[in-house]
């Protein structure tokens, strides 16, 4: 394991007990958390974005302001749904954030989720082509938005510009060179991290999976990140690819720890139905950090990627969640092989 990040889904709500009450109180939040895990020597903030409901929706203002308020931690989402993106705006918007912080961007984008409304992708203007189903406009999203970020010239200028044009072909601007490689896919499946190996992807894979073998999660997300690397392998491409999975882990050192997380969590992988599949759900992780320390290390899924992303309780406000991720970072995480 070679970096550590957190990923919130920036709830809100006002229900008793939210520290995070408004839409406000979460980005500000998550601006203020970002910091403190930099401080604390974290390598990275990511970003669910779920679009009709109370979270994190348009990530790239919040991600220009992290990076305007970082100087070393990455910066990503995990992840865009791309059946709502215009590829071409997103360019330009990711484009602009990723300068602001300096190279630091890691965009998880995927085809996305069960949603709070109907087919909400339409309300945006998006709708599948003749034969498509939502998940193909998805990935015809991506493609085009990975073309875009390649930066080759594809648009004619016009003979009389407003302002002087460089010679041939434009692009869209501002560019970040190098983006295009930190460009990661969320696969709910072994075929579809496949298939973001041979687009020349990384690879995110969450604290859930279509379930494809019936082992536990971590043993069944092994497989998928193995069956990824053979197929980067297989096209060719120059580079060494990323791999993250996300984990529920929370260290019990203090009676708040107890309150919150000491009645317990499922100790075992839950099954269920997402989207029509069969869907194995990722047991959370609670207890002392020695007995943390011994189940990690049997989570084979830790053990084949290089990212591990914390998913945290962000409506318990940002002093707590800096106390979770510092009691990790420094009681459990350096016997997993982190630094």
């Known amino acids: 394991m070679k970096k550590i990040g957190f990923l919130s889904f920036g709830h809100w709500s006002d229900e008793r007990g939210s520290a995070a009450r408004s839409a406000s109180d979460v980005l500000l939040q998550s601006i203020d958390l970002a910091v403190a895990t930099e401080d604390l020597g974290g390598d990275g903030a990511y970003f669910r974005v779920h679009h009709f409901a109370r979270q994190l929706g348009s990530p790239f203002p919040l991600l220009a302001a992290i990076g305007a308020r970082t100087k070393r931690i990455e910066i990503g989402t995990g992840v865009i749904d791309m059946r709502y993106e215009n590829p071409f705006y997103m360019a330009e918007d990711a484009g602009s954030a990723d300068l602001i912080a300096g190279g630091r961007l890691q965009l ?22 003749e034969g498509e189903t939502d998940q193909d406009m998805a990935r015809r999203h991506a493609l085009t938005f990975l073309g875009l970020l390649d930066g080759t010239g594809f648009a004619e200028p016009n003979p009389w510009p407003m302002f002087p044009n460089p010679p041939g072909l434009l692009r869209l601007e501002p560019h970040s060179e190098g983006l295009r490689e930190r460009i990661w896919w969320g696969a709910a499946s072994d075929a579809t991290a496949v298939w973001a190996a041979e687009q020349g992807m990384n690879l995110q894979s969450s604290t ?49 720890d107890r309150m919150y997380f000491g009645r317990g969590r499922p100790e075992q992988d839950q099954i269920g139905r997402i989207d029509n599949f069969r869907a194995v759900f990722g047991r959370s992780y609670v207890g002392e950090p020695d007995r943390l320390i011994e189940e990690l290390k049997q989570d084979e899924g830790i053990a084949a990627a290089d990212t591990l992303l914390l998913t945290i309780p962000n409506t318990l406000g940002v002093d707590y969640n800096a106390h979770v991720i510092e009691t990790i970072l420094t009681q459990v995480a350096p016997s997993l092989g982190w630094r």
Do not use: C, M, Y
């Not at 996305?112 to 945006?124: K, L």
């Not at 279509?210 to 980067?232: S, T, V, Y």
């Open 108 to 129: 998880g984008i995927s085809r996305g989720s069960p949603e709070q409304v109907v087919d909400g992708w339409r309300h945006f203007g998006h709708v599948p082509a």
């Open 208 to 256: 859930l999976k279509q379930d494809e073998g019936g082992e536990p999660l971590h043993i069944q997300q092994a497989r998928q990140i193995a069956r990824f690397h053979e197929a980067w392998r297989a096209a060719g491409h120059s580079r060494t690819p990323r791999t993250s999975v996300s984990r529920s882990i929370f260290p019990i050192v203090n009676d708040l």
